[in-house]
C-alpha cells in the first residue's frame, strides 16, 4: 500500500518556522517529481511548491518565495518543506503529493496524496 504521511506541523506565531516532513511508504517516488499544497478553511486548495526528482529544480508560488524551502531526499524516500516567516495567511492544512511524471503545479498530475498536517500561525 502507497503511503504518503506528513508531519511538522503545529501552532505558532507570526514570524516563527516550521519544518513539514512528507515520508512516502510502499514505492520509490525517487524518479518522480513531488508536491506541497495547501488548503485553508473555505478556500480552495492551493499549489504552494514543487521539487523534480533529482532535487536540483525547484518551484515556488509568489506568496511562498523567500520563505518556504522545499527539500527531498530520495534515500530515505522523503520530502521536506522549511517554512520560515510565517504569516497569519500561511495558516492551512498542508498536503505531500508524489507520483507526477513532470514538476508539475497541478494537483491532477499527482497520483498519491497525504491526509495532510495542519499549520496554524498566530498573529
Known amino acids: 500500500q502507497v503511503q504518503l504521511v506528513e508531519s511538522g506541523g503545529g501552532s505558532v506565531l507570526a514570524g516563527s518556522s516550521l519544518t513539514l516532513a512528507c515520508a512516502a511508504s510502499?514505492?520509490?517516488?525517487?524518479?518522480?517529481?513531488m508536491a506541497w499544497f495547501r488548503q485553508a478553511p473555505g478556500k480552495e486548495r492551493e499549489w504552494v511548491a514543487t521539487i523534480n526528482y533529482t532535487g536540483a529544480w525547484k518551484r515556488y508560488a509568489e506568496f511562498v518565495k523567500g520563505r518556504f524551502t522545499i527539500s527531498r531526499d530520495n534515500r530515505q524516500n522523503t520530502m521536506s518543506m522549511r517554512m520560515d516567516n510565517l504569516e497569519p495567511e500561511d495558516t492551512a492544512t498542508y498536503y505531500c503529493?508524489?507520483?507526477?511524471?513532470?514538476?508539475?503545479?497541478?494537483?491532477?498530475?499527482?497520483?498519491?496524496w497525504g491526509r495532510g498536517t495542519q499549520v496554524t500561525v498566530a498573529s
Open positions: 503529493a508524489g507520483g507526477s511524471i513532470r514538476a508539475s503545479v497541478k494537483a491532477t498530475d499527482y497520483d498519491h
Open positions: 510502499g514505492r520509490s517516488f525517487a524518479l518522480e517529481a
